[in-house]
């Protein structure tokens, strides 16, 4: 059973939600802003950080939309800066040390150790290790004393900006996959900038070795569906464009190799590539990762992902990870029944949200956006992609998300359950958790499955 503090912090969590959603509910449509909102004023945010800090992550928010409020906010690991592993294929071969070939300084001595001070590479000889020591290492400002940033210029505005700039040289930088993160909150609260969600993605960001991009999409009721998952959908696609602009401004194109600019630049002249993702994002190794509602929209991009195929090109979504996702159906589970005044999110409630977040005329709890196992929803489940859910115990929703996990299973799609007992319903992500050994061992268990669809070394690397 969750400990008594998990028990006094839900009530007085209940207690808060309904309140708020009851406000949600006599909220006037004139007082509807088309524009959306991505947050609330009671949500606690950090700002974003472009320095790499004590917990090696750098921050930054983009907005990527004019015409709507919808947003990201991009998690890079230092891990980022350091240099690209050589293929597999590419390795040279380990020299014999019995070939005269090799220098006396390369042999080892009687007692085991080399007559040089410098270590060996394990991949070749001593001098491709002091090329990487003397290779200058940039700072977290960005610029070292003979590079320019992809487009801050290091002369005269170097001191405004204060946070990384990858180098012209981005060609050579580390790549590392992507992850769409989707934040939780019942479709009308939560943030992709809260304290719980930044710190949520920091730790997924370090552990699996990725670039996370936390959606800020808009909330309900000011934007109703489909406005979320529109949202999700835009992101993915705004994620393949700033691949083929980078592309371009990299001079991947003839026509830009031939002149001296190779900027993409918008009408206004500011430059439209996005820096981080275009010298260290890897599309082509994209996964989706829904928290609670966020799973929702995470699936819902999944299948427009299928439907989409190669017209998204280059980028590709390996796998999803749906965290408790917030599924419901017309005729209850056994989960339903057992557990509808469950700890934080109830069933009530959740119905308060879902009235929230559907238009009237569509409302229903088998809603394409409520029900994944209705009959003849479209792609087949055979093509989508490998599916991790996470449940938990104590969670009136898992049944359902068990169910989802086993159809896919039925038409051979790699479809995993975590379950963690005496686990509620957020326990990786929520405030209050986040710092426990469920919530790491969680954030640990997704980092080890995810790394078997973004390892460039094979599945025998990820463990």
């Known amino acids: ?163 990384y700039s990858p180098a012209n040289s981005a060609k050579k930088s580390r790549k590392l996959p992507v992850i769409l993160q989707f934040h939780g909150g019942g479709w009308v609260s939560g943030s992709n900038d809260s304290v719980a969600n930044d710190c949520f993605c920091r730790r997924i960001a370090k552990l699996c070795d990725v670039i996370v991009l936390a959606v800020g999409y808009r909330l309900a009721p000011e934007n109703r569906y489909p406005a979320a998952f529109e949202d999700g959908l835009k992101v993915l696609n705004w994620l393949g464009k700033q691949a083929n602009l980078a592309n371009l401004s990299m001079g991947g194109a003839t026509e830009l190799k031939k002149t001296d600019n190779r900027h993409i630049v918008d009408t206004f002249g500011a430059s439209m590539v996005e820096p981080w993702l275009a010298a260290h994002g890897d599309p082509s190794r994209c996964v989706l990762l829904g928290v609670s509602c966020g799973a929702n929209i995470a699936d819902y991009v999944a299948r427009k992902a299928v439907e989409a195929g190669k017209l998204l090109e280059p980028v590709k979504v390996v796998a999803q990870v749906l965290m408790y996702p917030f599924f419901v159906g017309s005729v209850p589970t056994h989960s339903e029944i057992k557990l509808a005044n469950s700890y934080f999110y109830d069933k009530a409630m959740c119905m308060l949200a879902w009235k929230l977040f559907l238009p009237e005329e569509e409302f229903s709890l088998d809603h394409p956006a409520a029900n994944p196992l209705i009959p003849d929803r479209q792609p087949p489940l055979k093509l989508m992609p490998p599916t991790l859910t996470v449940v938990a115990e104590h969670d009136w929703m898992r049944d359902r998300a068990i169910a989802y996990s086993e159809e896919l299973r039925k038409v051979n799609v790699d479809a995993p359950v975590m379950e963690y007992k005496d686990a509620v319903h957020e326990f990786a992500t929520l405030d209050m958790l986040l710092k426990t050994p469920q919530a790491q061992a969680c954030a640990e268990d997704i980092a080890i499955w995810v790394k078997k669809y973004i390892s460039l070394r094979g599945h025998e690397f990820s463990y």
Not at 89 to 105: E, G, I
Request: aromatic share 8%; charged share 25%; no cysteine.
């Open 1 to 163: 059973m969750p400990s008594v503090a998990v028990k006094l912090y839900s009530v007085f969590f209940k207690f808060l939600l309904k309140h708020r959603l009851q406000n949600r509910i006599q909220t006037r449509p004139d007082d509807f802003d088309p524009f959306g909102v991505t947050s609330r004023p009671e949500e606690t945010i950090v700002a974003a950080n472009p320095l790499f800090d004590d917990d090696g992550v750098a921050t930054k928010d983009i907005h990527i939309d004019p015409f709507t409020s919808l947003s990201i906010r991009i998690f890079l690991p230092e891990s980022a800066l350091s240099p690209p592993e050589p293929s597999v294929k590419s390795r040279p071969r380990r020299p014999d040390l019995n070939s005269p070939s090799v220098s006396d300084s390369a042999r080892p001595s009687p007692n085991g150790s080399p007559f040089h001070s410098s270590r060996r590479n394990s991949y070749g000889n001593a001098a491709a290790v002091n090329t990487l020591k003397a290779e200058p290492r940039r700072s977290s400002y960005g610029f070292s004393n003979d590079v320019e940033g992809l487009n801050l210029m290091a002369g005269v505005g170097a001191g405004v900006y204060r946070g």
